[in-house]
Each structure stands twice: as C-alpha cells, then as structure tokens.
C-alpha cells in the first residue's frame, strides 16, 4: 500500500481557502473571509493560510500592509493526491475497485454519453492501471 505524506492534506476549511484561490487566481485573507460559508474568524483564516503556504500549497506576497495569497499546488495535483489516498485507505490500491463502486450506485447513474466518454479513455489507455 502506498505511503502518503499526511502533511500534503487538506482540511475540510483548507480544501474551501484552496477553492476561493484557484476560482479568484490570488485574494487576501479578508477577501477569502468573506467568500467562505459560515467564516471562521481573520485570524483563523490567517492561521489556515499560513499552513496552506506551510504545506507548498499557496504562497504570499506582500503588497504594501496586506498579503496576497496565491494558489502554488493545481487543482489536479491535489486531486490526485485526494484520490491516491481514497485509494490506499478503501480500495486496497484498486482503480478497479473504486470504479466498480462508483458504478454500481443506484444514486449517481451515468447518462450513455458520460458512459462512451468513459469507455473511450479506457479504450485509449490500453487498459493499464
């Protein structure tokens, strides 16, 4: 089973920061404030930004008395990162697994055009995992 650095993951509050930076491109911390449901206080948000740049995630820089914040990490990379662990601790390693499990919910059905999107990325990956 794969090693994941439990550094490289993100809280559920850290998660909504790292979605107001990749929507908006930079923000300072009362902007993202203001943007979060049920906002934490600016001093929470600066502490969250500061592990977020902490973890390689964003990054600072000072304009005059405010800091604006940056997303440093793709939105993918750390999707990737999310889905490495979802399938280290649920799946035993197994995109076949995870895939067969989202299949077979009776709640989320594939439309066919979604369905022959899937059957063509599988077909041009020749089928590895």
């Known amino acids: 089973m794969a090693k994941h650095d439990p550094h490289e993951q993100l809280s559920r509050r850290e ?3 790292m979605d107001i930076l990749w929507r908006r491109g930079t923000a300072t911390a009362a902007e993202i404030q203001e943007e979060m449901a049920e906002a934490p206080s600016y001093s929470a948000v600066r502490a969250l930004l500061a ?8 990054e600072s820089v000072q304009e005059g008395r405010r800091y604006v914040y940056r997303p440093t990490a793709s939105r993918d990379r750390v999707r990737q ?16 697994a995870l895939v067969e499990t989202l299949l ?3 709640d989320r059905k ?15 990956d020749g089928g590895s995992e």
């Open 15 to 17: 998660r909504q920061i």
């Open 51 to 58: 592990i977020l740049v902490e973890k390689g995630h964003a």
């Open 81 to 96: 990162q999310a889905l490495g662990r979802l399938l280290a601790t649920f799946f035993d390693d197994s995109a076949e």
């Open 104 to 106: 077979s919910r009776k």
């Open 110 to 124: 594939l439309s066919p055009e979604a369905l022959e999107r899937l059957r063509k990325k599988l077909d041009g």
